[in-house]
């Protein structure tokens, strides 16, 4: 029957899902494409034993802070981080020829032409410590033709992440920049300050002024398009107008994000987090982009209640003594949901339920395990001040920020009970005292920061949606 086929098909794409079928065979056919090897069978036998390492690209604007956030993600996927600079550096120290040229304009402030420099960036990367470790390489390529080179030469990148600022805040942070005279090295003076040791000899550069800051961002401009059409497919943007420790936040939760499959993929999200994280937010988010059902723990058994079926007559019981349903029951009513065809064919987020790590147990023998489990952080004593300000409409049941509602239901507002502080702080306790537990249940949980406001988040919460989440780098 239809029914059984469609079950079928869902059993067999969470399988493939959870072990990463599709973009394993993405993977192969891809490598088989570009180096078209004589022996297909031992290419992809060889493929599959090599462990997988990141090749990390790094653009955008100048004084956008790539060689910074190259350094802060270098150091904590323990891969090989390197600069123009320090590929130079390299290059004059094994004696190649053409180094000393490059080292001459880097020094001088001046262009280092694509001729010289890609066949310096492709040598790099192609020693044995990139090779075994990966490694991020901040400000190339600067050019399409420089990126067409390096894909030509075999140097496939697995993330490009693009640097965004407006540009009058990238102005502004120009006038900070110094350079290294002896190793071209980039730094800033709030930022990135050079060591000690080496402060008394960085400068600004000549062209380091309001004129030549606008004709490198005019290039820089001129030239992005042509850059980003090479690397569309893996792609990632991140916002450096923020502080430097959440903007690096952001890059390395992309970084631990596999790049999109284009495999068959249908969503089953939970969303876990305590009072004041905006789990009901990012699940409505979620819903109204991708299609999937919101499903919330609480509304299934209000809605049980309301039907008076046999399940919300035994649901009813229980709440007239305050007391919680079992977990059984709750499975139950979950299950009943998350097995109806909307849900089957779209896919699901849900919130509110799994408290406990033996409530997710349950739902994994359930046969309802998440593809994307995902805890959003929140500080407690923001937990509190945010809820602390947040009003409820007792006629509709409506909550409201102080300024969203209209000027005829602010009269009526007022605090829900839930939201007050020894409300706030209590649920907050005994969200806390399982959350761990929780995770350790979910091997691949990903954990995002939920202080920032909602677009941000929400940025977050979708990149971890629409790509796998992979291991942390491996060293």
Known sequence: ????????????????????????????????????????????????????????????????????????????????????????????????????????????????????????????????????????????????SEALALQSAGVLATHFLLLDAPDTVLIE???????????????????????????????????????????????????????????????????????????????????????????????????????GSGRRTQAALLAKKYGIVNVDAGTLVRQAVAANSEIGQVCALYLQRKALLPDALMVKIIRERLQQEDCTLKGWVLRGFPRTREQANLLRNANLEPNRAIFLQLPEEISVERLSKRSWDPQTGARYEATTASADVVARLVQHPHDSEDSVRTRYMQFAEHIEDIADGYSALQRLAAHHDTPTVFELVDGVVVRPRGREPAA
């Open 173 to 275: 942070r120009f006038k900070g920049r110094r350079v290294d005279p002896e190793t071209g090295a980039v730094y800033h003076v709030t930022f990135n300050p050079p060591p000690t040791q080496i402060s008394s000899r960085v400068q600004r550069l000549p062209s380091d002024t309001e004129a030549g800051m606008a004709a490198a961002l005019a290039e820089y401009h001129r030239n992005a398009a042509g850059v980003l059409a090479c690397y569309n497919h893996v792609l990632r943007r991140v916002n450096v107008d923020q502080p430097q420790g959440d903007a690096a936040d952001q890059a390395w939760a992309l970084l631990c994000a596999k790049p999109a499959s284009e495999g068959p993929y249908t969503p089953r999200v939970v969303l876990l987090g305590p009072p």
């Open 1 to 144: 029957t239809n029914r059984t086929r469609m079950s079928q098909t869902a059993e067999f794409n969470i399988y493939a899902q959870k072990t990463g079928l599709f973009p394993l065979l993405e993977d192969l056919v891809r490598g088989l494409a570009i180096e078209k090897p004589a022996d297909p069978l031992e290419f992809m036998i060889n493929a599959l034993k090599r462990t997988p390492v990141i090749k990390v690209l790094v653009f955008g604007p100048p004084a956008a802070g790539k060689t910074t956030l190259s350094s802060v993600l270098a150091r904590k996927a323990n891969t090989v981080e390197l600069t123009i600079s320090n590929i130079v550096a390299d290059a004059r120290l094994d004696g190649v020829p053409t180094a000393e040229e490059a080292q001459a304009l880097l020094a001088s402030g001046a262009h280092v032409p694509d001729t010289l420099l890609t066949p310096l960036v492709v040598r790099r990367v192609n020693k044995p410590d990139c090779l075994k470790k990966g490694f991020i390489l901040a400000d190339f390529p600067r050019t399409r």
